[in-house]
């Protein structure tokens, strides 16, 4: 392989300075040490590389010895999507439970508190927040990621909290553009496509976008999403119309526009990777995405190498690679001017999350069925997660019930007997049955009608987006399934 990195030349630099890589590790790997001297301005942590906050914390003083004004990026939605708190579960409850609050104030202050923890630890990028419409209930991917279905709540919140996570001088990366709310394909396996009108898409998916952009958001991130009525052969990624027509000039954005994941199957498994890198640049992306699975210096090295091909046969213009990297370095300079500056006095509130967590719990009583007082078993139905959320997270409400309950038991079931197993492990003790989307899973469905049927004093815990109408003798519907959602839920079971 043929790289271009000999002499550091202005091209190969700005070919660098527009990739946001990931890597595997707790610490600093020497190659991304090198590349840093090399160009390199921004990097990308994932769950892989989070053991604590303390070591993040070292991680990134590793890193900012060798570049001082890098752009440290990492998905922190909270809620579901969590990578600081990956092996805990997420101290914030995340979108919709913000959404079902309907409180701007309070998204405000949960997101200084998390803008404040990131900082802290050195990270100065998050991809969030999700301002997706979650018009589509049967979405796989973005769901309880959203924080609702009414364009005005989510613009909304979606500026609130692009207020709160910039205040501690963390860029915020509004996400997914131009809206993945309405998708019933996951971009991470597919190229989803979205049918509707300019009308809808101006009044309903770009609206959070353009509250975004007023509240000030430094980065957006693309979808990868074909949306015909904007651009009936390009996903956005890697559409000129959509990036460069509709973002910056239509709709006046002048921040960083950042791609989602280019590992992608949406982008990678239809155009190529190193392809798709060149196109997105082109069409107006400033930064790379990639590294969520290929984490490697060589994935680094070929992506640089096809942008610098690009640009000397002609394919990508040079201006146009130049003003991305600008772009790239201009909001390095921005975070690192935030870090420096005086800062305000401490406001931390380290509850936050859990406070709001307990408000956006809604309770549905029966009428006859006692308090739960004793032991109990609960019956957790989990769904396959999502790429985006992964399968490490714990979720649910059987680690809060024990420790509140000692000699609670717990179990986890899935299939078309889930039911009659979590009866069978039960052993005639009272089920909490904890389910998440059960609307999008019918054998969840099933599974409740088989606890309600022998019990009925079976006490259900809506975990994800409640559709269905409230059953069981207690209903507790969470917004989410984050670590606080649970401890939320479990006090909801024993108030009764």
């Given amino acids: ?280 640049i082109a069409a107006g992306a400033d930064a790379i995405c990639v590294g969520g699975g290929l984490a490697d210096e060589d994935t680094v090295l070929r992506l640089q190498d096809a942008l610098v091909t690009a640009v000397r046969s002609g394919e990508l213009p040079e201006e146009r690679l130049a003003d991305a990297a600008a772009r790239v370095r201009s909001l390095a300079a921005w975070t690192t001017g935030m870090r420096r500056s005086p800062g305000t006095a401490d406001d931390s509130a380290p509850e936050i999350g859990l406070a709001a967590a307990r408000r956006a719990v809604t309770v549905t009583r029966a009428a006859g069925p006692a308090p739960v007082t004793d032991p109990v078993y609960v019956a957790t139905f989990s769904p396959a997660p999502n790429i985006a959320v992964g399968d490490e997270t714990p979720w649910g409400v059987g680690t809060e019930l024990e420790r509140l309950l000692p000699g609670t038991a717990t179990g986890h079931f899935t299939g078309p007997d889930a039911g009659a197993e979590a009866l069978r492990a039960a052993g005639g003790r009272r089920v909490v049955a904890v389910v998440r989307d059960e609307h999008r899973h019918p054998w969840m469905g099933a599974a409740l009608d088989t606890l309600l049927a022998a019990g009925p004093d079976t006490v259900v815990v809506e975990m994800g987006i409640p559709q269905s109408a409230p059953r069981g003798a207690l209903h507790i519907a969470t917004h989410g399934a984050a670590r606080v959602c649970g401890v939320a839920a479990a006090e909801a079971v024993l108030a009764g």
């Fill in 1 to 280: 392989m043929t790289t271009f990195t000999t002499g550091a030349s202005t091209l190969t630099r700005d070919a660098l300075a527009v990739l946001q890589p990931g890597f595997t590790g707790t610490t600093a790997p020497d190659w991304v040490r090198r590349r840093l001297a090399e160009g390199l301005v921004s990097v990308a942590l994932f769950g892989r590389n989070v053991a604590d906050p303390e070591q993040v914390t070292a991680l990134t003083s590793q890193l900012r010895a060798e570049r001082d004004d890098l752009l440290v990026a990492i998905d922190e939605e909270a809620g579901d999507v969590t990578r600081l708190e990956v092996r805990t579960g997420s101290s914030f409850p995340g979108n919709h439970a913000l959404g079902a609050v309907d409180d701007p104030a309070l998204t405000r202050r949960v997101a200084r508190e998390l803008g404040r923890r990131l900082a802290a630890c050195g990270v100065n990028l998050n991809w969030a927040p999700s301002a997706d419409v979650n018009a589509n209930p049967d979405n796989p991917v973005i769901g309880v990621r959203s924080f609702g279905h009414d364009p005005a709540l989510v613009a909304r919140h979606t500026a609130a909290y692009v207020e709160g996570l910039q205040s501690h001088g963390v860029a915020a990366c509004t996400k997914h553009f131009p809206g993945h709310g309405d998708t019933s394909v996951d971009s991470h396996h597919a190229l989803p496509q979205i049918d509707l009108d300019a009308t809808t898409l101006h009044e309903r998916e770009l609206r959070p976008f353009r509250a975004a952009i007023e509240a000030g958001t430094r980065a957006v991130m693309t979808a990868h999403i074909r949306v015909p009525v904007l651009d009936p052969d390009r996903p956005a990624t890697l559409s000129p119309r959509i990036l460069t027509g509709l973002l910056r000039e239509e709709l006046g954005y002048d921040g960083l526009i950042v791609t989602d994941g280019m590992e992608m199957g949406a982008v990678a498994g239809t155009y190529g990777l190193e392809h798709g890198v060149v196109l997105a």
